[in-house]
């Protein structure tokens, strides 16, 4: 065992409260989750940031240490990464997104370029016992709770944010709609269901006005995946449910073909069916007719408005409208008619 001072400390580590003196061992399970110390080998001019535990962003420079943790990555705008099947100290890993993730990357896209290459430098010790000297692989699940596998939400609508990838604009109409909603006098929670760690996009609900969120990472899980994203969207569901929010709004990170998870979450009749309202987020049109008929044949789901910048001008929408018979506003340029759609499904459940 042996110390080490901390440069910065990744948000996906958050679970663990870590300190920035840390302690190191040698011995590395390799299972998602475990807390890695790393020194930055690298310097690159784009993407280079990392969330810290506090929630701000921090750029990285060649040399930081940093605490992260092992997981896996497939981002068709960023890495395909995965959890090295062994590791020693000096050897080299990269890290796979801002939250701090960290494995082996596969491939890269190129707007985002070679990612960092680091020198594990340790395994980031937990000691669980009171005053013990012993100290055991940190892992951010050691203390999350078991998964709900049942699903009670008092009655609380939900609103749906889903894409056709990443990029296609889930966060900016997920805040448009908290940030109307509350202006409307309604109390909104929400969540991320899907996707890699990283808090910027539920840090950013709160700041439009939400009044709890939740993320996937909150329960131990770095990358999700089809095996546990449904019992990640209950627990969410049923713990901000609990507080008796007017509106729950859900996040569906990545997009209907990617391998986090969204087709097993939307392939559950109890989640779809607590689905008030389905927001499709799209790229382009011909994503946004494909967004569709993947929801209506495969999930028996009818969005009900497209948005994203497929939206962003006439030349989409009247495409969009005229092939789909769907209503498409976009988040940015008209946000109180895109709440206004959302209010009148909202107000047809609570008459019901």
């Given amino acids: 065992?042996?110390?080490?001072?901390?440069?910065?400390?990744?948000?996906?580590?958050?679970?663990?409260?870590?300190?920035?003196?840390?302690?190191?061992g040698d011995i590395y399970p390799c299972i998602e989750g475990?807390?890695?110390?790393?020194?930055?080998?690298?310097?690159?001019?784009?993407?280079?940031?990392?969330?810290?535990?506090?929630?701000?962003?921090?750029?990285?420079?060649?040399?930081?240490?940093?605490?992260?943790?092992?997981?896996?990555?497939?981002?068709?705008?960023?890495?395909?990464?995965?959890?090295?099947?062994?590791?020693?100290?000096?050897?080299?890993?990269?890290l796979l997104n801002l939250g701090g993730v960290l494995g082996e990357c596969i491939s890269y896209s190129p707007l985002v370029g070679a990612p960092h290459e680091c020198e594990v430098i340790g395994a980031v010790l937990d000691f669980p016992t009171l005053g013990?000297?012993?100290?055991?692989?940190?892992?951010?699940?050691?203390?999350?709770?078991?998964?709900?596998?049942?699903?009670?939400?008092?009655?609380?609508?939900?609103?749906?944010?889903?894409?056709?990838?990443?990029?296609?604009?889930?966060?900016?109409?997920?805040?448009?709609?908290?940030?109307?909603?509350v202006r409307r006098g309604m109390r909104v929670a929400g969540a991320k269901a899907t996707g890699v760690s990283l808090r910027r996009d539920v840090l950013a609900m709160e700041?439009?006005?939400?009044?709890?969120?939740?993320?996937?990472?909150?329960?131990?899980?770095v990358t999700t995946q089809r095996?546990?994203?449904?019992?990640?969207?209950?627990?969410?569901?049923?713990?901000?449910?609990?507080?008796?929010?007017?509106?729950?709004?859900?996040?569906?990170?990545?997009?209907l073909l990617g391998n986090y998870g969204v087709d097993a979450i939307l392939n559950e009749a109890d989640i779809r069916g607590a689905m008030t309202a389905v927001?499709?987020?799209?790229?382009?049109?011909?994503g946004a007719w494909g967004g569709l008929e993947l929801l209506k044949l495969r999930h028996s789901l009818t969005p009900t408005l497209i948005t994203g910048p497929a939206t962003d001008?006439?030349?989409?929408?009247?495409?969009?409208?005229?092939?789909?018979?769907?209503?498409?506003i976009n988040a940015r340029h008209n946000p109180a008619a895109l709440?206004?759609?959302l209010m009148k499904t909202l107000e047809k459940t609570l008459v019901n």
């Avoid at 927001?279 to 011909?286: C, E, G, R, S, Y």
């Avoid at 989409?316 to 769907?326: C, W």
């Fill in 34 to 94: 475990d807390v890695i110390a790393v020194r930055v080998l690298t310097s690159k001019a784009n993407y280079n940031a990392l969330e810290l535990a506090t929630g701000r962003m921090s750029t990285i420079k060649q040399g930081d240490i940093l605490a992260g943790a092992l997981g896996h990555r497939n981002a068709l705008q960023g890495y395909e990464g995965r959890i090295p099947a062994k590791l020693k100290t000096g050897d080299t890993i990269n």
């Fill in 339 to 341: 709440a206004n759609e």
């Fill in 279 to 286: 927001v499709l987020a799209a790229t382009d049109p011909v």
């Fill in 1 to 24: 065992m042996r110390a080490v001072l901390l440069d910065k400390v990744a948000s996906v580590t958050l679970n663990c409260g870590l300190r920035r003196d840390a302690r190191l």
């Fill in 207 to 221: 700041d439009a006005g939400a009044t709890k969120t939740l993320v996937f990472t909150d329960f131990g899980v």
């Fill in 227 to 255: 095996s546990n994203a449904p019992g990640l969207t209950r627990t969410m569901l049923n713990a901000l449910a609990t507080d008796k929010p007017d509106v729950l709004i859900l996040e569906l990170g990545d997009g």
């Fill in 132 to 181: 013990s000297r012993r100290g055991v692989p940190a892992n951010i699940a050691s203390k999350a709770p078991s998964l709900d596998t049942g699903l009670d939400l008092k009655g609380v609508p939900v609103i749906a944010v889903i894409g056709t990838c990443m990029n296609s604009g889930k966060t900016e109409a997920c805040l448009t709609i908290v940030q109307q909603l």
């Fill in 313 to 328: 001008n006439g030349a989409g929408t009247e495409v969009i409208e005229r092939e789909t018979g769907i209503p498409c």
